[in-house]
């Protein structure tokens, strides 16, 4: 059932994405910032280092406004690392994750005003989390995971060409152990 809605998601953005090229006028591209939760989950672990925290990372993303309302965007999100050293009764361990994702979604967009619009975005997600451990964690291996992406934030247009955007992301699901699926994103774009 997951594999024919992914199906479904993909070849309607590439339809979307197909009409919208006759409309270049509509092409953006952007660069942003990432504030990602990351999670280590060791049953009976003790350690001066925190299980949890953020991180920060870095976005690209690239899209086509079809009109003022619809867009298919894609983007590449760097969501950084984080280590996590551990002491149990039975011995010392160290955790590393890694992770980094793309997505492909269709947005649709809102105005308030003449210069800020909400937005919304639905599509598909690949994240992969590298994973590896030391001590008695040695052997751990990471997880690639495909889900849903969603979105929702607000854009502000400095001028027609350069926008600021800040949204809440949600990239599928969890790993185990190192990234969560939802963080913070912050960005300008660039429209042609």
């Given at each position: 059932?997951?594999?024919?809605?992914?199906?479904?998601?993909i070849?309607?953005?590439?339809?979307?994405?197909?009409?919208?090229?006759?409309?270049?006028?509509?092409?953006?591209?952007?660069?942003?910032?990432?504030?990602?939760?990351?999670?280590?989950?060791?049953?009976?672990?003790?350690?001066?280092?925190?299980?949890?925290?953020?991180?920060?990372?870095?976005?690209?993303?690239?899209?086509?406004?079809?009109?003022?309302?619809?867009?298919?965007?894609?983007?590449?999100?760097?969501?950084?690392?984080?280590?996590?050293?551990?002491?149990?009764?039975?011995?010392?361990?160290?955790?590393?994750?890694?992770?980094?994702?793309?997505?492909?979604?269709?947005?649709?967009?809102?105005?308030?005003?003449?210069?800020?619009?909400?937005?919304?975005?639905?599509?598909?997600?690949?994240?992969?989390?590298?994973?590896?451990?030391?001590?008695l964690?040695?052997?751990?291996?990471?997880?690639?995971?495909?889900g849903?992406?969603?979105?929702?934030?607000?854009?502000?247009?400095?001028?027609?060409?350069?926008?600021?955007?800040?949204?809440?992301?949600?990239?599928?699901?969890?790993?185990?152990?190192?990234k969560?699926?939802?963080?913070?994103?912050?960005?300008?774009?660039?429209?042609f």
């Amino acid at each position: 059932m997951m594999k024919k809605i992914l199906f479904a998601m993909i070849a309607t953005a590439t339809a979307l994405s197909g009409m919208s090229a006759a409309h270049a006028e509509g092409v953006y591209v952007g660069a942003g910032v990432t504030a990602n939760r990351y999670n280590f989950d060791v049953p009976g672990a003790t350690s001066a280092d925190n299980h949890s925290g953020y991180k920060a990372g870095g976005k690209l993303f690239a899209g086509y406004d079809i009109n003022q309302t619809w867009a298919v965007e894609g983007g590449y999100a760097d969501f950084g690392s984080k280590d996590y050293s551990y002491v149990t009764g039975a011995g010392n361990g160290a955790l590393k994750s890694k992770s980094e994702g793309y997505y492909l979604a269709g947005k649709a967009t809102m105005p308030v005003s003449d210069k800020v619009g909400v937005f919304g975005k639905l599509g598909v997600a690949r994240v992969d989390n590298k994973l590896s451990g030391t001590g008695l964690s040695s052997g751990a291996s990471g997880e690639n995971k495909t889900g849903v992406y969603a979105s929702v934030g607000a854009q502000y247009a400095i001028n027609e060409k350069v926008s600021l955007t800040a949204e809440v992301e949600h990239f599928g699901k969890s790993a185990d152990q190192g990234k969560k699926a939802t963080g913070l994103a912050l960005g300008a774009r660039y429209n042609f």
